[in-house]
């Protein structure tokens, strides 16, 4: 990865972190070292939370199409992402959240539990669901409970 993707990607993880102390009224920090530690996966987390819920991971990428979610559901970058997202939630026992932008984009996320939006789209392919949605959205439900 070259220093402005490392760059570009470490400042959206900053963004994630501020988003959710902001919501959640706790502070969230980046996860040290990009999740190389086996105890600690993803890329934001709430050390004063242990029992949060979610492993959060965190991707801005210049674009991020959706439209190949069908025509190449095996290569999609989206799937890619979920697939990563879902690996390291396990290793922790938590439960994915993806968030993501391309650029110029708003913030989405994805996400697998009874979490619902009044806006969302579900995505199931082969053995891949998960719902889709507005970040700001999600937290605005999630973040109040």
Not at 1 to 26: I, P, Q, T, W
Not at 44 to 61: G, L, R, T
Not at 118 to 131: E, M, N, R
């Amino acid at each position: 990865m070259s220093s402005k993707s490392k760059n570009k990607g470490r400042a959206f993880e900053y963004v994630v972190r501020d988003l959710c102390s902001e919501h959640f009224d706790n502070k969230f920090e980046r996860v040290p070292l990009s999740g190389a530690l086996e105890y600690l996966k993803g890329d934001v987390y709430c050390p004063w939370m242990p029992d949060f819920k979610y492993c959060i991971e965190a991707k801005h990428h210049k674009e991020v199409p959706w439209n190949n979610l069908i025509s190449a559901k095996k290569s999609a970058l989206l799937l890619g992402f979920w697939k990563q997202t879902i690996r390291e939630a396990n290793q922790m026992k938590k439960s994915p959240l993806l968030v993501y932008k391309w650029d110029r984009s708003k913030i989405y996320c994805c996400w697998d539990d009874e979490t619902e939006l009044a806006d969302q789209i579900t995505v199931k392919i082969d053995d891949l669901y998960f719902k889709m949605g507005l970040f700001d959205d999600w937290l605005a439900i999630v973040g109040n409970k």
